[in-house]
């Protein structure tokens, strides 16, 4: 039988593995401190199993799925990572540094999909097209690898790396869950956000259950058919119904909803303000606006004087406001970039179809 990857299990999965090789189910917990508190990569390291039980875990488990093919360090201090999968493809995880009131924070942003299907014209990850989702093991081994290779204990953790994570919600709602355990990363749920381009059906789902992650959305604009050329997903699920879904179910006692805004030539008048603001009037909000860093044939950045109006038009909505700076632009740090490299044969035949692509995330 192939051997499987033990990062695919929660903590009851461990539990009943262990005590069906008639081991005590505590073991669980002693396993998943060493495969993400101490970051282990061999099972050989579990100093406190007895040698016949890794030998035993040896043959039946692999502990990571992802090999580091590059790594490229900007000159702002992140990260970028190129992991091979087990199958041959190309996922790609950013580790950035920023500092908030004199303190580093560190974030590792993860991808969650090889390509995407969504097709985002400004999207780099876009142009790879759809190859397939990642299992649980292959989300969160980037954590593990990212942290062991840096030797930093990041503190947050985004997934707007490659994929949409509500394409693939079974395997990141378990990660998430598996990044929370005290006895593992622990990584605080208020420290996890989850970024979406906008699937209501799925949006829907995650309110339903309660799931305890930040939650972030790609809005861009606020014109749908302007909105629907660059995010394809506005025909079928506008922004104006996620807005109403948010308005309807949203708990007011969850953190804010991150709305994303990259902010173009063209989409920050004071017309585009106000129609935000009435969109999100009833719900409880937080904006991040994002410059678009780079000249496109089709999306041009706008200006320092057009940015400046356009936050002063919104400081109305009286919500926080974050201007964010893009980060890694030296080592193509937006999602997709590096990866997409790997696939230029692909890229090529996309690139025919849906026109020239900006890359932004
Ligand atoms: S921006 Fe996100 S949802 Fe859109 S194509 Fe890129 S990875 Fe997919």
């Known amino acids: ?19 069906s090789i008639g081991e005590k189910p ?11 508190e101490f970051n282990v990569d061999s099972f050989a390291a579990m100093t406190n199993f007895s040698k016949t039980l890794r030998a035993k875990l040896d043959e039946d488990f692999l502990i990571s799925p992802l090999t580091l093919e590059e790594r490229l360090i900007s000159a702002d201090g992140s990260e970028k990572y190129l992991f091979k999968t087990h199958d041959g493809h190309f996922i790609e995880s950013v580790l950035i540094r920023r500092d908030d009131s004199n303190k580093e924070r560190t974030t590792i942003c993860i991808s969650s999909q090889i390509g995407c299907p969504m097709g985002c014209l400004f999207c780099n990850t876009a142009r790879i097209g759809y190859v397939r989702n990642l299992e649980t093991a292959e989300i969160l081994d980037q954590i593990c690898q990212v942290r062991r290779i840096s030797g930093i204990k990041n503190d947050n953790v985004v997934f707007m790396g490659m994929g949409e994570p509500f394409l693939n919600y079974d395997s990141v709602m378990r990660a998430a869950e598996i990044m929370n355990y005290s ?9 996890i956000t989850i970024s979406t381009c906008g699937i209501i059906k799925q949006i829907e789902r995650y309110i339903d259950e309660k799931r305890p992650y930040n939650l972030a959305i790609s809005v861009n604009d606020t014109i749908p058919q302007r909105r629907a050329q660059l995010m394809p997903v506005e025909k079928t699920n506008p922004i104006e119904k996620v807005a109403r879904l948010l308005e309807r179910k949203f708990p007011a006692t969850r953190n804010r909803v991150t709305l994303e805004y990259v902010m173009r030539s063209d989409n920050i008048e004071e017309q585009d303000a106000l129609r935000l603001k009435k969109l999100f009037r009833h719900s409880k909000i937080k904006i991040n606006l994002i410059r678009l860093n780079q000249t496109a044939l089709r999306l041009d950045p706008p200006s320092n004087e057009s940015i400046e109006k356009f936050v002063k038009a919104l400081e109305v909505m009286n919500v926080p406001i974050t201007i964010r700076k893009s980060f890694g632009e030296d080592i193509d740090a937006a999602c997709g970039q590096l990866s997409g490299k790997r696939y230029d044969h692909r890229i090529q035949i996309t690139q025919l179809t849906k026109g020239i692509f900006h890359e932004q995330r």
Not at 183 to 191: A, D, E, M, P
């Open 26 to 36: 505590y073991r669980a917990r002693q396993l998943f401190n060493w495969l993400y």
């Open 183 to 191: 006895f593992g990363f622990h990584i605080s749920v208020r420290r």
């Open 1 to 19: 039988m192939p051997k499987k990857f033990i990062k695919n299990f929660t903590i009851e999965d461990a539990s009943s593995y262990f005590q």
